[in-house]
């Protein structure tokens, strides 16, 4: 049973398109992410929530809003999108911070290509 | 200038090789170091953490951290072919949620 998942795995559209990442995880945790890895496999955080209360709220374009409905999942909502957004997106999770928090545990990640 | 600098090789060793990967950091209140693996087309997994100086071993794997020249270290011994995955390391400040990330290291064991 897979612990932190996130669909869709493969996204492909169109510039100015709007689109959505899901995530779920079922670790019990209170803390969820949103990290972006670009083509150089560099990750960074966008986003995080604790008890659906955001947290961090990086340098990211507007565009981007993330949600969460309850403590288990964190949605990625991006408009208009652009070239420059075609990246890996990962959800993540943990504790709350402490020793335990060190442990984030990531989903497979979600490839969206913007043509 | 990064925060955290990691080299991306990409390095490759024969089977049973010692792999040595570091990185270096700038931010001084970085209190919590780890290294993560991410094979391909997967997500990032948690290696090793370290909290504050010193060394910390878990099987053929062993953290180093010397917080006085900024430098974290990740050594795999006898290594071997499925350990052939991209290897990132990460920090935080104490009681903070937000990890900074190297590039990562691509590593290479060849059979």
Redesign the interface.
């Known amino acids: 049973d897979t612990a932190?998942s996130q669909t869709p795995k493969y996204l492909v559209t169109q510039m100015g398109n709007d689109k959505s990442i899901k995530c779920e995880q079922n670790l019990g945790h209170d803390?969820m992410?949103w990290y972006k890895q670009d083509s150089?496999?560099?990750?960074?955080?966008m986003f995080?929530y604790?008890n659906k209360e955001l947290?961090?709220n990086e340098t990211v374009p507007n565009r981007f809003s993330p949600k969460s409905p309850d403590k288990a999942h964190l949605n990625l909502h991006i408009n208009s999108l652009e070239l420059g957004d075609s990246a890996v997106y990962?959800c993540?999770s943990?504790r709350t911070?402490?020793?335990s928090?060190?442990?984030?545990?990531?989903?497979?990640?979600s490839w969206l290509t913007v043509v | 200038q990064k925060e955290v600098e990691q080299d991306p090789g990409p390095l490759s060793v024969p089977e049973g090789a010692i792999v040595s990967l570091n990185c270096t950091y700038s931010n001084s209140a970085f209190q919590y170091f780890m290294w993560y693996r991410q094979y391909s087309r997967k997500g990032p997994e948690l290696l090793m953490y370290t909290y504050s100086s010193g060394n910390k071993e878990d099987g053929r794997f062993t953290a180093q951290v010397d917080k006085s020249s900024k430098y974290i270290s990740l050594f795999i011994r006898d290594s071997q072919p499925s350990d052939s995955a991209t290897y990132l390391c990460a920090m935080r400040v104490l009681n903070d949620y937000k990890l900074s990330f190297g590039a990562g290291t691509t590593v290479t064991v060849r059979a």
């Open positions: 932190v803390t992410y150089k496999k560099f990750l960074k955080i995080s604790n947290i961090i990962f993540a943990s911070t402490g020793d928090g060190n442990t984030i545990y990531f989903g497979e990640g």
